[in-house]
C-alpha cells in the first residue's frame, strides 16, 4: 500500500536522478586532472613535456624515437577563415614541431582573407619551415570547409595526412603522438580531444565550460564503455591512401558534420579509430550570449544528425538540473505525512542527491587548471549547467544551423549521403 504513495511520475523522476548521478561520477572518474602540460597549450606555449605513450604501440612503432629516420612525412591541412583572435600563436605552434619531416598547407576561399596576412608573418619568422600558403576561390559543395580542403589537397606531398581546426594550439610533440598510431594497419584514423580555453570575457569562459565539463567529459565516458564512432576537427590523422580510398574530401563536400564523417567512412573499411592520448587546445571567442548559443546549438543539432539515439541519451548529462530535482524530490519524499513514502525511494533520493553533488564539484575540479580558476569558474557551473539543458531541448527542433555565415540543413539527403555508399 505505501507503494502507492509515490506516483508513477515521481518514480521516472528517481530513476532519472539515480541514472544522472551514476552518470555524473562516471563523467568526473573518466576525466584527468589537467598537467603542466595542458596548461602550457592554455597559455599558446609549445610545452617541452612529452604526451604519455600508447602502451599498446609504444614498443613497436616504427615512429618512435629510437628509429627517427623512419618516421612518414606528414602534411598538416588547415583551412582558415579570417583573422581569428590568437591564430598567429595557435598557427606558431605546428611551426615548432619536434617531427623530422613535416608540411603546413594553410589554405583560405578568398584573396582578401585578412588570414593571408597572419600566414605570410609566420612564413617569414619561420622561413625553415615547409609553409604552404594555398588561395583559392573554387566551391565545391555547400561545406565551405571541406571546399577548402578539396582546394588544398593537390598540394599534399606526404603519405600521412593531418587535418585540425585553425583554432587549434599544440605541443612540441604533437606530431610524433598522432602518427604513432598509424603504425598500425588497423588503424584507420587517430583524432584528439582538446582543453578550451575562453579568449576575451565573459561568455568565452562560459564556452569553454562547455567542452571542458560537458563535452569531453561525454566521450570519455562513451570511449569508456567501448564507443568508437566519433572524430573531432581538433585533429584527423589518417593515411593519404586511406583518403583516397573513401574518396577523397569531395565525399564530404556536402556533409554537415564532415569530421564525423570522414571518420565514419573510414571505419565503413573495417579500419579502427584511435582516441589518442595527445591533448590540443582550443579557443573559444564568442563574445555575445547569442553567439554562444548559436556555436553550441549548432554542435548539439549536428550530434542530432549523426547519431539521434546518442542525442536523446544526452539527457542524463546535466548535472545541475537533476541535482535540483533529485533535491526537490527528497525533500517532497522524506516530509510526507506519517512516513508513508517508501523507505527505498526515500534513501535512493537522498543518495542520488549527494552522489550528483559530490560528482559534479568533482568533475569541476578535475577540469579545472588552477585552484584559481576552480574557484573563479564555480560560481558558473550552474549557469552552465542550466544553459546545456536549455540548448538541448532547443535543439531538438529545428532543420538548419548556420556556420560561417552559412546556412546548411540538418538532416537532409545530403547529410545522409556522406554516410557508406560509394566506397571504393
Known amino acids: 500500500m505505501a507503494a502507492h504513495v509515490v506516483t508513477a511520475c515521481q518514480w521516472i523522476l528517481l530513476a532519472g536522478c539515480v541514472g544522472a548521478s551514476i552518470y555524473g561520477l562516471a563523467a568526473a572518474l573518466a576525466m584527468p586532472f589537467f598537467s603542466a602540460r595542458h596548461e602550457s597549450l592554455h597559455h599558446g606555449r609549445v610545452s617541452s613535456v612529452p604526451p604519455p605513450p600508447d602502451t599498446a604501440l609504444a614498443s613497436a612503432s616504427p615512429y618512435s624515437r629510437q628509429q627517427p629516420f623512419t618516421q612518414p612525412g606528414v602534411s598538416v591541412l588547415k583551412p582558415l577563415c579570417g583573422a581569428e ?9 605546428f611551426c615548432e614541431q619536434r617531427h623530422r619531416r613535416f608540411q603546413l598547407v594553410l589554405g583560405v576561399s578568398s584573396p582578401h582573407d ?25 566551391v565545391h559543395g555547400r561545406n565551405l570547409k571541406v571546399s577548402n580542403l578539396i582546394n588544398m589537397a593537390s598540394r599534399v606531398r606526404h603519405d600521412v595526412i593531418v587535418i585540425a581546426d585553425s583554432d587549434i ?33 565573459f561568455w568565452p569562459r562560459v564556452g569553454a565550460l562547455f567542452i571542458n565539463e560537458w563535452f569531453a567529459p561525454s566521450v570519455r565516458v ?32 556536402n556533409c554537415l558534420a564532415d569530421d ?12 579502427r579509430t584511435v582516441l589518442s592520448r595527445v591533448m590540443v587546445a582550443t ?27 546518442g542525442f536523446a541519451s544526452l539527457l542524463i548529462t546535466f548535472p545541475t538540473p537533476w541535482l535540483v530535482t533529485s533535491a526537490a524530490l527528497s525533500v517532497s519524499l522524506a516530509s510526507r505525512a506519517g ?20 560528482a559534479r564539484l568533482l568533475l569541476h575540479l578535475r577540469a579545472a587548471r588552477r585552484e584559481r580558476t576552480f574557484w573563479r569558474d564555480l560560481p558558473l ?41 560509394s566506397l571504393t
Open 339 to 358: 512516513g508513508h513514502a517508501p523507505f527505498a525511494a526515500v534513501i535512493a533520493s537522498q543518495a542520488a542527491t549527494a552522489v550528483c553533488f559530490g
Open 260 to 271: 564525423y564523417w570522414l571518420a565514419e567512412r573510414v571505419r565503413a573499411l573495417g579500419l
Open 381 to 421: 557551473v550552474p549557469l552552465r549547467d542550466t544553459l546545456i539543458a536549455l540548448q538541448w531541448l532547443f535543439s531538438a527542433f529545428g532543420s538548419h544551423v548556420v556556420w560561417r555565415g552559412a546556412r546548411m540543413p540538418v538532416g537532409t539527403a545530403g547529410e545522409r549521403a556522406g554516410q557508406l555508399d
Open 169 to 201: 594550439a599544440v605541443d612540441a610533440d604533437y606530431l610524433d603522438g598522432v602518427a604513432a598510431p598509424l603504425a598500425d594497419a588497423d588503424v584507420g584514423v587517430v583524432t584528439c580531444l582538446y582543453v578550451a580555453r575562453g579568449v576575451g570575457g
Open 222 to 253: 562513451a570511449h569508456a564503455i567501448g564507443s568508437r564512432r566519433f572524430g573531432f576537427g581538433a585533429t584527423l590523422a589518417l593515411r593519404r591512401a586511406t583518403l583516397e580510398r573513401i574518396g577523397g574530401f569531395s565525399a564530404l563536400k
Open 114 to 138: 585578412p588570414a593571408i596576412a597572419v600566414v605570410r608573418r609566420l612564413q617569414a619568422a619561420y622561413p625553415e619551415c615547409d609553409i604552404e600558403l594555398a588561395i583559392d576561390t573554387r
Open 85 to 93: 583572435p590568437r591564430l598567429y600563436e595557435n598557427l606558431r605552434t
Open 283 to 309: 579557443d573559444v571567442i564568442e563574445p555575445t550570449f547569442g553567439a554562444l548559443w548559436q556555436r553550441e546549438t549548432r554542435w548539439l543539432r549536428t550530434i542530432r544528425s549523426v547519431n539521434p539515439a
